[in-house]
């Protein structure tokens, strides 16, 4: 099963929590996450051209990365009854912005 998954400056077709802590994005080609990406932007349009709600965009990841390792550190981890659980989303959150191996980018 495939959900969207859509949180500051991130969205991805993610399978299931089996894939939480890998890279969703590999599981799909670069034509279906372009196609994501761009229907995620298009209402946004009215307010911007595409080109630079994608660079808006591309600038924001690694911010939402960054918060999102901040909030698991500070806020759901020690409040979690089964740290196990959560505590591994962290290291996933900061791993993001490290530029990926396979095409070079970030």
Not at 25 to 30: G, I, L, P, Q, R
Not at 33 to 48: G, K, N
Not at 73 to 91: G, L
Request: charged content about 25%; overall charge neutral.
């Amino acid at each position: 099963m495939a959900v969207l998954v859509s949180s500051t400056g991130r969205t991805a077709l993610c399978r299931t929590r089996s894939s939480a802590y890998g890279s969703c994005s590999k599981n799909y080609s670069v034509e279906s996450r372009t196609q994501l990406r761009d229907a995620y932007l298009e209402p946004w349009t009215e307010f911007e051209p595409m080109h630079r709600l994608t660079e808006a965009l591309a600038l924001a990841r690694p911010l939402a990365s960054l918060h999102q390792a901040t909030i698991y550190h500070d806020t759901i981890v020690p409040e979690s009854e089964a740290q196990w659980e959560s505590e591994k989303m962290v290291p996933y959150c900061l791993k993001r912005l490290l530029p990926d191996r396979e095409s070079g980018g970030g």
